[in-house]
């Protein structure tokens, strides 16, 4: 079903043009330029809500296709049951991560300056899920890492250089890898269309075949942060202002989104590569358990965040390896709930470090007691995250954990895959761990002299925390208002 009436590209380009328009306001707009920011992704999420409801209402993907000349063939966008629930949720964690930045970032330098690339990284993520033509996919793939490394280079805290220049270093060379595989891809094939590109590929010779996908995975393997690629990160997430650190989850899990294109959109024969997807599954269990024993480890909490993110996308990728639709469902489940869910933790750490002016869980004991809002916000999102009924996240490792073991005994009993699933839900047990003990120890502990001192809770910071909140609760109630959309499947 075509897009008549353009709402896939309005929802990219609004963005894009306000983005060049905030900074006439001058760097010392301050809360003004916040609010103006918040017009073009309110409309960018109006503009994803009818097309998505579309694709419900008949179960087909809507299209948009433009002529952009030379031989990279058309420009073309696509929300269906893949990418509609991403692009909802970014548009909707960009919206919440702006009205807390206008808390948040207040009295800083350069606000002008900062929402201008603010909207330009938010429209890199929507056009990245979006594009269904891999060079406009690259591009806006690229715009998305400059304008956060822009972000965090600017401002961050005191060893931005340092965190920024290993960020873009790494992301880069990503995305070179990812560069290289698409020039593969379009050598062999002569296209770049994400829908074209599994008929073209059932020519190609096994080796060509695993060599493309294995050279566009291991580039975005980099972007989730997978182990061994993981090191940018925790660095990265620690150094960038609490905002940014807020919707990074949302980005670094597009690099889940886009190796499930290629996998299950480009080159669904690479599933049946048993090897491969071994590969893979090994990865998100060495990342989880890795990620997961590093949180535990931590004492500043935005660090130890920044190690679950990381954990968390080891089960994005163990379900993108599971090779059944069970395993595609738990992975946008798990997805959206890791997005949502981490920019609520991360943006209660910003809350704790305003009111008592750190985020070392040493001296948060006992905070339940004076910051009740923000500590209750900083318990459901902990408990969706280890998979507590009925919040998001338990659908999405139920999903993820049925599809493995589906996959697993489906045909015949694939001993090797059964062993790693299990293995995998037994350290998911490491999620629950640093989970619980952070929240005994910072919520409920004897509480500190700097917690005595706390000052109140900031309304306009604690508007985002609830709609996260109430974002994952009714989620989890109703998770079919994510999955309805997997009946639109291009």
């Not at 120890?441 to 309304?459: D, N, T, W």
Request: net charge neutral.
């Amino acid at each position: 079903m075509m897009d008549l009436y353009h709402l896939l590209l309005q929802s990219i380009i609004i963005p894009l043009a306000f983005s060049a328009a905030v900074p006439l306001l001058g760097d010392e707009a301050g809360e003004r330029a916040g609010w103006i920011a918040l017009i073009p992704l309110a409309y960018s999420l109006g503009c994803l809500i009818v097309p998505s409801a579309i694709a419900y209402s008949f179960g087909e993907p809507v299209l948009a296709s433009y002529a952009w000349g030379g031989p990279l063939g058309d420009a073309i966008l696509l929300l269906d049951g893949v990418s509609g629930p991403i692009a909802l949720t970014i548009a909707a964690a960009s919206i919440l991560v702006c009205v807390y930045s206008i808390g948040y970032m207040r009295g800083a330098r350069g606000l002008g300056s900062y929402y201008a690339l603010y909207l330009l990284f938010a429209s890199g993520m929507l056009g990245t899920v979006l594009s269904a033509n891999l060079a406009l996919f690259f591009l806006f793939f690229e715009l998305m890492l400059v304008a956060s490394w822009l972000l965090i280079a600017v401002w961050g805290s005191e060893n931005r250089a340092r965190a920024s220049l290993k960020y873009f270093i790494y992301t880069e060379a990503g995305a070179l890898l990812l560069l290289a595989g698409i020039a593969m891809a379009f050598s062999t094939t002569g296209t770049l269309s994400v829908l074209e590109l599994q008929a073209r590929s059932a020519a190609l010779a096994r080796w060509e075949l695993l060599l493309i996908a294995s050279l566009m995975l291991v580039g975005l393997l980099v972007k989730m942060a997978i182990f061994p690629f993981h090191s940018w990160l925790p660095d990265a997430y620690v150094e960038a202002p609490m905002p940014l650190t807020a919707i990074f989850s949302t980005m670094t899990g597009i690099g889940g989104y886009a190796a499930l294109r290629i996998l299950y959109t480009c080159f669904p024969q690479i599933l049946g590569e048993r090897g491969l997807m071994i590969i893979l599954s090994i990865l998100a269990l060495v990342t989880i358990v890795y990620a997961g024993y590093l949180a535990l480890a931590q004492t500043r909490l935005k660090r130890l965040l920044a190690y679950s993110s990381i954990s968390q996308m080891g089960y994005l990728l163990f379900g993108l390896s599971s090779a059944s639709i069970l395993g595609l469902a738990g992975a946008i489940l798990i997805y959206v709930a890791h997005s949502i869910a981490k920019a609520l933790l991360f943006m209660v750490s910003g809350v704790f470090s305003k009111c008592i002016g750190t985020d070392d869980l040493g001296e948060l004991g006992g905070i339940a007691g004076k910051l009740k809002v923000a500590s209750t916000a900083f318990v459901i999102g902990f408990l969706s995250l280890m998979g507590f009924p009925p919040l998001l996240g338990f659908w999405g490792e139920l999903y993820v954990f049925a599809g493995s073991i589906y996959g697993s005994i489906s045909s015949s009993v694939d001993v090797p895959r059964l062993i790693i699933t299990m293995l995998v839900i037994i350290f998911a047990i490491l999620t629950a761990g640093y989970g619980l003990w952070t929240i005994r120890r910072s919520l409920f502990g004897e509480r500190s002299e700097m917690v005595e001192g706390a000052e109140p809770e900031p309304p306009i910071l604690l508007a985002p925390i609830a709609a996260s909140m109430l974002l994952l609760i009714i989620l989890g109630i109703q998770p079919s208002l994510i999955t309805m959309l997997l009946g639109a499947l291009s």
